[in-house]
C-alpha cells in the first residue's frame, strides 16, 4: 500500500545542484504576472534514478536579453542550424514544439526568491545518444516557413 501525503505532494521539489537528464513532456506559451511573454516547459526526470519519474517546470521569458535561455534550450534539445526568426512566427511556435519528446541534460543550481529556495536551470546540453535535428531554410522553403 502507498500512502498519499497530500501536502507534501502538492509542494514543488527543489532538487539538489546537479545535472538531470529529462525528456521534455509538454511547452505552452504563457505570460508571466508582469506581462512577459514566455514558454512553460514541462519536463520529467530520467537520470539520476533516485529522482526518475519526478517534474522540473521552468520558465522561458522571450526578451531580448533571456533569448539566451530558449536558444541554449532548444539546442539542448538537438535542434541545430536554426535560421534568425520571429518569436511571434508559426515557425518559431513549431520549433519550440518539436522540443516535446526530445531529452536533454539541463543543470540546476538551486537558488533563492523571495525567501524560498528553488530550481534554477543553468545550462542545457545535449542527449549525445539522441539524433540531431537541422532546421534549415532552402530557396524552396513555403513562404509561411520563411
Known amino acids: ?3 498519499m501525503d497530500w501536502d507534501k505532494e502538492k509542494q514543488v521539489k527543489v532538487f ?17 504576472s508582469t506581462g512577459t511573454p514566455q514558454i512553460r516547459w514541462y519536463a520529467k526526470i530520467l537520470e539520476p534514478s533516485e529522482f526518475k519519474g519526478k517534474s522540473f517546470c521552468i520558465h522561458t521569458p522571450l526578451t531580448e536579453k533571456s ?3 530558449v536558444a541554449s534550450l532548444v ?5 541545430t542550424d536554426l535560421p534568425p526568426i ?3 512566427s508559426e515557425l518559431f511556435a513549431k520549433i519550440t514544439a518539436t522540443c516535446v519528446g526530445r531529452t536533454a541534460y539541463w543543470r540546476n543550481a538551486k537558488s533563492t526568491y523571495e525567501g524560498s529556495e528553488r530550481n534554477e536551470i543553468v545550462n542545457f546540453s545535449q542527449d549525445t545518444d539522441q539524433n540531431l535535428i537541422t532546421v ?6 513555403p513562404e509561411f516557413a520563411r
Open 16 to 32: 539538489p545542484d546537479g545535472t538531470y537528464k529529462v525528456v521534455i513532456e509538454k511547452q505552452e506559451r504563457c505570460t508571466a
Open 136 to 141: 534549415s531554410l532552402r530557396d524552396d522553403t
Open 1 to 3: 500500500m502507498t500512502m
Open 67 to 69: 533569448l539566451w535561455k
Open 86 to 88: 520571429d518569436t511571434e
Open 75 to 79: 539546442d539542448g534539445c538537438g535542434l
